[in-house]
């Protein structure tokens, strides 16, 4: 199993395997009651939008890396920002950095699982975020399925847990809103973009200076 990941013994045959990234609605949060954005559906218009400049580098970090380098320490970090950086290129930024780390998990996965079947996404900050479901298809590579319902996560165990106490039972059906699929214009942009993250990680996280 690969250095980043977690994995659940379920039984003697099964097991779960995943990673947790730290400070996703957090981040969000953060961006959007520090920044001076403009209007919601502005916000999401710019983000659906193609870009015209890389937007700064940032390490999403507020309160330590879990997945995949486990660095407590490891605090937010912001990189290539000038006088001219715009707060809606902060937060483009920002998003980019929880969309990356996202990827730095699904890349490990796929050393073990195979080839990826299916990416379903969860929860208020995304489900509320197209512009960030987007950004997830297009560093992914693959289409990205909000699921509607909530407490996903807590669905999953129930059907772990069913497999032994009701495993005939007809499970209830899912809720899936329409795909986002990955658009090959932005693959330049963010394969630039993951190497200017990994640059920084390395010499911020790796290096040492994490906690400076």
């Known amino acids: 199993m690969p250095d980043?990941?977690?994995a659940y013994r379920v039984s003697a045959d099964q097991s779960l395997l995943g990673g947790a990234v730290n400070d996703v609605g957090r981040m969000i949060s953060w961006l959007r009651s520090t920044l001076a954005l403009p209007s919601a559906s502005a916000v999401t218009r710019q983000l659906l939008a193609v870009p015209t400049e890389p937007a700064p580098t940032v390490l999403p970090f507020l309160t330590g890396e879990r997945a995949i380098g486990w660095r407590s320490d490891a605090r937010a970090t912001f990189?290539?920002?000038?006088?001219q950086t715009t707060a809606m290129q902060l937060y483009r930024g920002g998003l980019e950095g929880v969309v990356i780390s996202y990827a730095r998990v699904f890349e490990q996965l796929?050393?073990?699982a195979g080839?990826?079947?299916e990416v379903r996404v969860n929860g208020s900050q995304t489900l509320d975020n197209?512009?960030?479901?987007?950004?997830?298809?297009d560093v992914l590579g693959r289409p990205v399925t909000p699921?509607?319902?909530k407490r996903s996560t807590l669905r999953g165990t129930a059907?772990?847990?069913?497999?032994?106490?009701?495993?005939d039972v007809e499970r209830a059906g899912v809720v899936f809103d329409e795909a986002y699929e990955p658009g090959e214009v932005l693959r330049p942009y963010?394969?630039?973009?993951r190497a200017r993250w990994d640059r920084l990680y390395d010499e911020v996280v790796v290096g040492g200076a994490a906690g400076a």
Do not use: F, K, N, R
């Not at 990189?79 to 006088?83: I, L």
């Not at 197209?130 to 298809?137: N, R």
């Open 4 to 6: 980043g990941l977690w």
């Open 79 to 83: 990189g290539g920002v000038a006088a």
């Open 110 to 112: 796929s050393t073990v």
């Open 115 to 117: 080839a990826v079947q």
């Open 130 to 137: 197209p512009g960030l479901l987007q950004m997830m298809a």
């Open 147 to 149: 699921v509607g319902i």
């Open 159 to 167: 059907l772990v847990a069913l497999q032994v106490v009701a495993p």
């Open 190 to 193: 963010y394969e630039d973009a």
